[in-house]
Every structure is written in structure tokens, then in C-alpha cells.
């Protein structure tokens, strides 16, 4: 039992040592990633420079290809699990073709999805808490960074989920069916914009962005400039669960 135990805080350790898993408080302001800074990303796999920002493989999410990733809701497949992946420091979105999550250090720098056979739904994941905060939202640009003779249907979705143990909540508002164009085109852009009042004062909040493996070759999508936003519950509402907090807490010492 206890040597279970024991491996257990050691998988805990070495794992929290490449990994950022961190909420980011929304409090102290907008979380913001543009990848300008190359040197958060250096290792393969190492996500631990990077606040707030996991990516995952995604192995076993889903099988076969095709698949529309807004239905994989599933944290991990069952088998390996969850598997932390980065591709570090790479420059050739156009024929790299190991799958998963990549940095790529070109004139304006990105981290990009590309589904495989192996990284069956590769995703980028965000930790941020939104305790005391209203109105919040997510933002980012899906960049088609493949210029190859790829032309892949390379959809794109965006989930959240309110605890750490739960499936997601696909947001369908959010969806992209094809962030590619092609062949030979590395242009389209894609903003993608989402809010949902459900997100208010959740002191947990994770956001995936995640694709599956598309049929044929997959294309690299950049998922640049991303915001996540809120602003402070208003003083108003504020007062007002303050002033019911203190009704019942006089209403329980009346009843005493
Ligand atoms: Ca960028
Ligand atoms: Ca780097
Ligand atoms: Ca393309
Ligand atoms: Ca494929």
C-alpha cells in the first residue's frame, strides 16, 4: 500500500516538474498568450515556462478519422491517458509531420494543433480562475500554418468544463469546421470569439482547443493570440450577496 502511495507522489512529482498547470486568476487581469516569447517553449514536452497552458497528445481519444472532435468530450483516452506533449522549437510547419502540439518559431511565432494516428485529438488546454468575475470570455486566432500540398478538412473545436475530474462541455458557437485551406496555402485565418454566463465566478474553468485526426494528411493549425477576459462582478450584486451572507448569518444566531 504504501509503496503505491509512494509512486503515486512520484508520478505527482515528475509530472508538476513539466507542467503549468496553474490557475491563472482573472482577478490580477486578462490572460494573454501571442508565443512571441520562444525561449517559454524549449523542450520537448515541457510545459512548465508557460503559465496557465498545458497541451496533450490526446492518444486514444477517439479512433479511426474524421471524427468531429465537438463529440469528444472525454478528458483522456483510457489508454495511455493523458500524455503531455510539445513539439519545441520547430520551423517547418510544412514537413514536420510528427502529430500532436508543436512550437513553431517562425516570424510571427505560434503553438499549433496537427491530428495523427497517434495524437488522435491533440488539444491545447487553459486554467484560469474566475472567482468575483463576470462577462467572461475567450479569444484566438486559428492560423493554417501548412503551406504543403496538404489539404486537409481540419475542424476545430472549444470545450470547457468547470472541474478538473469532469468530461467537457462543447461550445458549438465556438466550432470551426475547417481552419485549412489548401493545397499549397498557408493564409486563412479564422478569429474565434466565445462568452457564456456559466463561466461567471467559477473558481475553476479549464478551456480545451482540440482537433482529431482529419482523413488523409493533417494540416498544422496555429492557435495564436488567445485572450481569455472578464471583468469584476459589479459592487451592486456584490453588496447584495455580502448583505444575504449577512441576513442568514443574523437570521442563524436568532434562531441560537
Ligand atoms: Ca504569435
Ligand atoms: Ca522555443
Ligand atoms: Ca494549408
Ligand atoms: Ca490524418
Known amino acids: 500500500m504504501k509503496k503505491i502511495t509512494l509512486l503515486a507522489v512520484a508520478a505527482t512529482i515528475s509530472a508538476s516538474a513539466f507542467a503549468d498547470m496553474n490557475l491563472w486568476d482573472l482577478s490580477t487581469g486578462d490572460f494573454s498568450q501571442d508565443w512571441t516569447n520562444t525561449a517559454l517553449i524549449s523542450t520537448d514536452d515541457n510545459w512548465s515556462g508557460v503559465a496557465s497552458v498545458m497541451g496533450y497528445r490526446g492518444d486514444e481519444l477517439v479512433a479511426g478519422t474524421g471524427v468531429d472532435p465537438q463529440t469528444i468530450l472525454a478528458p483522456a483516452g483510457l489508454t495511455p491517458g493523458l500524455v503531455v506533449d510539445v513539439n519545441a522549437n520547430r520551423t517547418d510547419p510544412n514537413t514536420f509531420l510528427t502529430g500532436g502540439v508543436a512550437e513553431f518559431e517562425l516570424t510571427n511565432a505560434t503553438v499549433a494543433l496537427n491530428g495523427s494516428g497517434t495524437a488522435d485529438a491533440p488539444s491545447l488546454n487553459f486554467f484560469v480562475n474566475a472567482s468575483g468575475r463576470t ?7 486559428l492560423r493554417d500554418l ?3 500540398a496538404d489539404n486537409s478538412v481540419q475542424p476545430i473545436a472549444l470545450q470547457y468544463r468547470l472541474s478538473s475530474t469532469s468530461d467537457f462541455i462543447n461550445v458549438g458557437s465556438a466550432f470551426v469546421a475547417d481552419a485549412s485551406s489548401g493545397p499549397s496555402l498557408a493564409t486563412l485565418t479564422t478569429p474565434v470569439f466565445a462568452t457564456n454566463s456559466l463561466w461567471d465566478n ?26 481569455i477576459a472578464s471583468e469584476a462582478i459589479p459592487e451592486p450584486a456584490t453588496m447584495v450577496v455580502l448583505g444575504a451572507a449577512a441576513l442568514a448569518a443574523a437570521a442563524r444566531r436568532k434562531r441560537k
Open 202 to 227: 467559477q473558481a475553476y474553468l479549464e478551456f480545451r482547443v482540440i482537433t482529431a485526426n482529419a482523413v488523409g494528411n493533417d494540416e498544422w493549425i496555429g492557435v495564436d493570440d488567445i485572450r
Open 135 to 141: 462577462n467572461v470570455s475567450i479569444g484566438y486566432l
Open 146 to 148: 501548412d503551406g504543403s
